[in-house]
């Protein structure tokens, strides 16, 4: 799908006819139907996916078939309804969240014009509050007594295949970024609604291929991308060699070795393609300057989890593989790299869904003998505390004049900051590894930072342009701070961030490249024997 | 039409108690049943409505976390935005339910050429949601007064101060103004801001008008309406209903009627609509838990252990020979394996 020059969406964004720049609907929402044409909605999900996902123990991905969004005709099962509001039932009574939220809502609009879909395609429907009424609706009419009694008058409206392609097109332009539950006065979060209606969605065959694919690649595989252990290994390997090339130093590390001390797990992505290649290379060499006991696995080597994006049985079965490894490996804690649902998952989720890990260690760094409390019971640290807590007790040996080609700013991933809590470690490793990084402006940073606008699972390349629009607020404030202080480096903790962003940037910004903050600590360790050639551009040097 | 048929609604209701109420033999049903059943309703139906939220379980720990958790011990927690503690989670929820916190946050965002996307703090509708809501409580509790003999202090103490500026005779209270203006801006944006507009329901409109009526007859009560009135023949329903001996003494005109039946059916709706935010405020999962999911297992009732991840045994069997190729360490070696099969 070709996305619109640079120019035609900038004047698009500012001067179509959108309720983001003034204009209003003339009918009424609920009289709006959902029209898929290429590049508006991310491919179905192929039916061997779906089959492979459904034969698997413990999940339920029925109705596999050939279909298309774009056909009238979804091939939905014909009791689809029925399985739809038994669905939606079933719901209500398993998550307190979504009843409250279905409830509570008073549409005072606080929420609207905090999402990044909405400032950027100005689509009414992308405002958090009317995406969450095309299921309050539903649920007005089948399980209230007012909608039971008015229905439409009361809000309610019927279930229909048009409300159900809606819920697909929207359910599917939310990333589940929780900016809008930070302005909502109860709390409603957008990612609850999101959540539900895509494992409503699932109950009747209804998914993306971008989510289902990784998500069977990473059950059989033990990553989204697919890789075979040999593969994963090589992938590795390779970034040991180049830094062997770049700074003299050999890179000790292993796979799949029992009685490691510590298991370390990152994304997949951060092995196989760039930027996120030298974000894994800064923590080989980390690790190296430290000689950690450490193992990579094979098994478990996805550090993030498209199971959030499909449903919460999924989200389970695959995270499940980070305890049973460490478990298999008898580590004593686990380290995760940098991610950002991956983090959401750990946090919120792991321990719940597949605790206690009793057989594990309350994590203890053993170089600077700090005890983990706030993971007493997960047993499982993040990379920038982990970092954060080496350079406070002088630990590492860093030369910030090695990043003297870098002038950063930094994204705060949306989990990490509202999911996690975790904002201030990357920015103390910021201030000492790289001179001068600066802020961008402060309704777009830390619990109010924008999304990259293709999280969950629509990092897909069919919807480009819907991507570059939903970005256009993180963009337009990193564009700030290159006006303004000449910045050429988007940091962050996060994997998908640093593909997307990268896309995000090459767009609106071009110049400004993307990388992970423990890119910019391998850029700044000395490490013992190095032999380090004129790196003038860090790790990404070409020599 | 949505905002018109409100209005509607409620000058039906408004001519139901107004001529209803001059039937002889009918105040008996507006001054007594009517007023019973509405509480009935309103408690009944405020009880159901938590106890089917609490029936439901929270099987995640999902706060919206605003600041900076807990970490290490030089790294300043957030503690009102970012709670561990018990204690500290009721502080977040203080500041919520009392001064609105995040609607605090609001910001106006506009989009201008280039493209560039501005972000404004915007308070109007924090404050005038203050100024309603604040109101709003001060004048039922004042209405305490009608209810409980002798008034006690602090109720009288509070009327004192409602009307210490001493406007007009009876002297104005300021609550009775604020909580019009409240209204008037929160009905206006409905009408005027394009966002809000295009998402109001009638279910939006309906409880501003109504309360609205119910004040403004309220007001004409008070300040306009007096002698139509008998306040002493009022004070004595409101207060045999209380006691469970009410009587209906003469003299108690329509306006009264018309404002006791608008408050019945505001009472008699409120749990069946959004107006249950009120409950609902305090059970939010993303602001009444702690973060500290990682440092005290979070227990979900229906978790089930039967989900279990693709085995390490299954995968080795795909890729052990592989494995054993690239030098990764296996559980079995292909010998074994094969001798197996």
């Not at chain 1, 020059?5 to 009424?28: F, H, R, W």
């Not at chain 2, 002889?24 to 405020?46: D, E, K, N, S």
Request: charge should be neutral.
């Amino acid at each position: 799908m070709a996305v619109a020059k640079l120019e035609q969406l900038a004047k698009s964004v500012v001067q179509g006819p959108s309720m983001a720049t003034g204009a209003v609907p003339v009918k009424d929402w609920m009289d709006v139907s959902a029209i898929f044409k290429p590049g508006n909605y991310a491919y179905q999900a192929k039916q061997e996916k779906v089959e492979y996902l459904n034969s698997q123990k413990g999940l339920h991905f029925p109705n596999a078939r050939e279909w298309s969004p774009e056909d009238e005709d979804w091939k939905l099962p014909e009791n689809w309804k029925e399985i739809i509001l038994k669905g939606l039932k079933e719901r209500l009574e398993k998550f307190r969240s979504l009843k409250i939220f279905m409830d509570c809502c008073v549409r005072c609009g606080a929420c609207a014009d905090k999402c990044h879909f909405f400032l950027g395609t100005g689509d009414p429907k992308n405002m958090p509050v009317l995406r969450a009424e095309l299921l309050r609706s539903i649920y007005r009419n089948d399980f209230t007594l007012g909608g039971k009694l008015l229905g439409k008058m009361a809000g309610g409206r019927e279930m229909t295949v048009a409300v159900l392609k809606e819920w697909f097109m929207y359910s599917y332009q939310c990333t589940e970024c929780r900016r809008c539950s930070v302005f909502c006065p109860y709390g409603i979060d957008t990612a609850e609604i999101t959540i539900i209606l895509r494992e409503l969605l699932h109950l009747v065959g209804v998914g993306i291929n971008w989510i289902l694919e990784p998500v069977s690649n990473s059950n059989r595989t033990g990553n989204h991308m697919g890789l075979q252990p040999h593969t994963f290994k090589d992938n590795v390997d390779f970034l040991a060699d180049d830094i062997e090339n770049l700074t003299g130093v050999k890179i000790n590390h292993s796979f799949n070795r029992k009685g490691a001390e510590v298991l370390f797990i990152t994304p997949s992505a951060d092995v196989f393609a760039e930027p996120g290649l030298y974000t894994a290379m800064g923590y080989l060499m980390l690790f190296e300057h430290i000689g950690l006991d450490y193992t990579w696995s094979t098994y478990a080597s996805e550090g993030g989890n498209f199971g959030l994006f499909t449903n919460n049985e999924t989200m389970k079965k695959l995270n499940g593989k980070m305890y049973a490894e460490a478990k298999r490996l008898g580590v004593k804690y686990i380290i995760g790299g940098e991610c950002g649902h991956m983090w959401r998952v750990v946090h919120q989720y792991m321990d719940t869904m597949n605790g206690p890990a009793d057989f594990l260690e309350v994590p203890k760094s053993p170089m600077t003998g700090t005890t983990f409390h706030n993971a007493a019971s997960t047993k499982m640290v993040h990379i920038s505390e982990f970092t954060a807590d080496l350079i406070k007790h002088g630990k590492l040996n860093l030369d910030k004049s090695r990043n003297s080609h870098v002038k950063a700013t930094f994204h705060d991933s949306c989990n990490p900051a509202r999911a996690m809590g975790l904002i201030d470690e990357p920015r103390y490793i910021l201030d000492h590894v790289v001179d001068g990084w600066v802020e961008m402006p402060e309704n777009t940073i830390r619990e109010q930072t924008f999304c990259c606008g293709s999280g969950t699972g629509l990092n897909t390349d069919e919807i480009m342009e819907l991507r570059m629009r939903s970005g256009l607020p993180r963009a337009n404030a990193v564009k700030h701070v290159i006006d303004k202080h000449a910045v050429n480096m988007l940091s962050c903790v996060c994997a998908i961030d640093r593909a997307t962003l990268t896309s995000l940037m090459n767009y609106w910004n071009p110049g400004c490249d993307v990388c992970g903050v423990s890119e910019l600590v391998g850029n700044a360790l000395v490490m013992e024997g190095e032999n380090r050639q004129e790196l003038t551009e860090g790790l990404r040097t070409l020599v | 039409m949505k905002y018109a048929f409100s209005f509607l609604a409620v000058i039906a209701l408004i001519l139901i108690a107004g001529l209803g109420s001059q039937i002889p033999g009918m105040q008996y049903l507006f001054g007594v049943v009517l007023p019973y059943l509405a509480i009935m309703l309103f408690v009944g139906g405020f009880v159901y409505r938590i106890m089917d939220w609490a029936k439901s379980p929270v099987p995640f720990s999902i706060p919206t976390t605003c600041g900076q958790g807990v970490s290490l011990d030089f790294i300043k927690q957030d503690k009102l935005e970012c709670p561990t503690k018990t204690s500290e989670v009721m502080a977040r929820m203080f500041l919520e339910i009392f001064f609105f916190r995040s609607l605090f946050r609001n910001t106006k965002s506009e989009l201008h050429d280039g493209p560039k996307i501005t972000y404004e703090s915007s308070k109007w509708l924090w404050l005038f949601s203050l100024i309603f809501h604040y109101s709003f409580l001060l004048i039922v509790l004042r209405h305490m007064r009608f209810f409980l003999e002798p008034v006690p202090f602090v109720l009288s103490a509070l009327e004192g101060i409602d009307s210490m500026l001493q406007i007009g005779q009876p002297a104005m209270y300021l609550t009775d103004a604020f909580l019009l203006l409240g209204l008037m801006f929160l009905y206006g944006r409905r009408l005027l801001n394009r966002h809000v507009k295009y998402i109001s329901l009638n279910n939006d409109y309906f409880p501003l008008v109504l309360i609205f009526s119910i004040a403004l007859t309220g007001i004409l009560m008070r300040y306009f309406l007096r002698t139509d009135i008998d306040i002493i023949n009022i004070k004595n329903l409101a207060y045999g209903l209380v006691t469970f001996s009410p009587v209906i003494g003469a003299k108690i005109g329509a306006i009264f009627y018309i404002h006791l039946f608008l408050v019945c059916v505001l009472l008699a709706y409120f749990p069946f609509s959004k107006l249950m935010h009120m409950g609902g405020v305090f059970m939010s999962p993303t602001r009444n838990m702690a973060n500290n999911s990682r440092s005290k297992r979070h227990i979900n009732p229906w978790n089930d252990p039967e989900i279990k991840p693709h085995s390490y045994a299954g995968y080795e069997d795909e890729f052990r020979e592989f494995m054993v190729d690239a030098g990764i360490p296996v559980e079995k070696e292909l010998t074994a394996a094969k001798d197996e099969a």
